[in-house]
């Protein structure tokens, strides 16, 4: 028996459907991992737009910094858009 594919709301969406993501970095460039003590509103965020992408960096960015991000760069997809944008005044 052959089910159709599950409806948005089941299951995790693709990149496609959430293109836009920040790839966060240390002081060197090198791309951080959160580690587990991180909250889960700052891991692997993926977005439907750029302007959502940035609202969210806007709203996160000391939190992200106290987790040891120095800088962010935003990707569509797997196309640099800009950054790395620092995260210190």
Known sequence: MNLPEQP???RAPTAAERP???????????????GPD???DLVD???T???DAESWVGETWAE???H???AVTLFE???RVYGPMSLHA
């Open 68 to 70: 040891g991000v120095d």
């Open 8 to 10: 948005a709301t089941f």
């Open 77 to 79: 997809l797997e196309r």
């Open 64 to 66: 992200l910094a106290e």
């Open 45 to 47: 965020q993926r977005f």
């Open 38 to 40: 991180a909250p889960s």
């Open 49 to 51: 737009s750029q302007a």
């Open 20 to 34: 836009w993501w920040w790839r966060l970095e240390d002081a060197s460039g090198a791309e951080v991992t959160l």
